[in-house]
Structures are given as C-alpha cells and as structure tokens.
C-alpha cells in the first residue's frame, strides 16, 4: 500500500522509535512490580494515573495506566 506521496506505510511504521521514551521508575519499584501485569508494558512516570493512597501503605497510589 502507498499513500499519494508515494511514501509506503510500512516504511512509515517501522520508523517508528522502538523502547522506552521517558522515565517509569515509579513502576521499577520492588514494590510496584507484582503490580504490571507485563514486565514489558510499563507506566510512564509522567502521565501514569495515581490512586489515591491507602492509609500505612505508600505504594497504594501505583497501578499500571497511563492517560493517552
């Protein structure tokens, strides 16, 4: 498949940047690595949502999602 500029799709799609793009290191925690249900699909640091923390327990406020 080509565009109208002659410019393939895949060529576009593999130019894409592969890997990590920005810090996860909330994620990288001891504490919060039983909670990605994948050990390659990480929160991001700066668009992760935040639970609100649970009382005694200051990794409450992890889970694995991102604002898009």
């Given at each position: 498949m080509?565009?109208?500029d002659s410019y393939g799709f895949k060529e576009e799609?593999?130019?894409f940047?592969?890997?990590q793009s920005a810090s996860w290191d909330v994620a990288k925690k001891d504490q919060n690595r039983t909670k990605n249900r994948y050990g390659n699909i990480i929160a991001y640091d700066h668009s992760r949502v935040i639970l609100q923390p649970v009382e005694d327990d200051p990794s409450s406020d992890y889970i694995n999602a991102n604002y898009i």
């Amino acid at each position: 498949m080509k565009t109208s500029d002659s410019y393939g799709f895949k060529e576009e799609y593999e130019s894409f940047f592969e890997g990590q793009s920005a810090s996860w290191d909330v994620a990288k925690k001891d504490q919060n690595r039983t909670k990605n249900r994948y050990g390659n699909i990480i929160a991001y640091d700066h668009s992760r949502v935040i639970l609100q923390p649970v009382e005694d327990d200051p990794s409450s406020d992890y889970i694995n999602a991102n604002y898009i």
